[in-house]
Nanobody, 124 residues
């Protein structure tokens, strides 16, 4: 079992920056690929970014590539999402998740453990 707690969401102006954190319980955090997803009102949950267990490899949705950065600190059991130059289109609830099967890292079906989410609102 892994428990995830996101934090760092809030209101940010377009063009600003925000860093989300996701703290995980459990001693096996460093063995898992971790992902960030988001869900806007009336829309399906969508992939944002993922990071390999060691942190050596990262993957991004085209919509955030070059603006968002995923990272992790395995000593702190924490994964981060640095959001730079957000736009109102980035407004959503952001979730972190643990990848537990061999499906694509961009598929929500690949992840079994989810946090409760943190709201990010970008004002224009």
């Amino acid at each position: 079992q892994v428990q995830l707690v996101e934090s760092g969401g809030g209101l940010v102006q377009a063009g600003g920056s925000l860093r989300l954190s996701c703290a995980a319980s459990g001693r096996t955090f460093s063995t898992y690929v971790m992902g960030w997803f988001r869900q806007a009102p009336g829309k399906e949950r969508e992939f944002v970014a993922a990071i390999s267990a060691s942190g050596a490899y990262t993957y991004y949705a085209d919509s955030v590539k070059g603006r968002f950065t995923i990272s992790r600190d395995n000593a702190k059991n924490t994964v981060y999402l640095q959001m730079n130059s957000p736009t109102p289109e980035d407004t959503a609830v952001y979730y972190c998740a643990v990848k537990t099967n061999s499906r694509s890292y961009s598929s929500a079906a690949a992840y079994d453990y989810w946090g409760q989410g943190t709201q990010v609102t970008v004002s224009s």
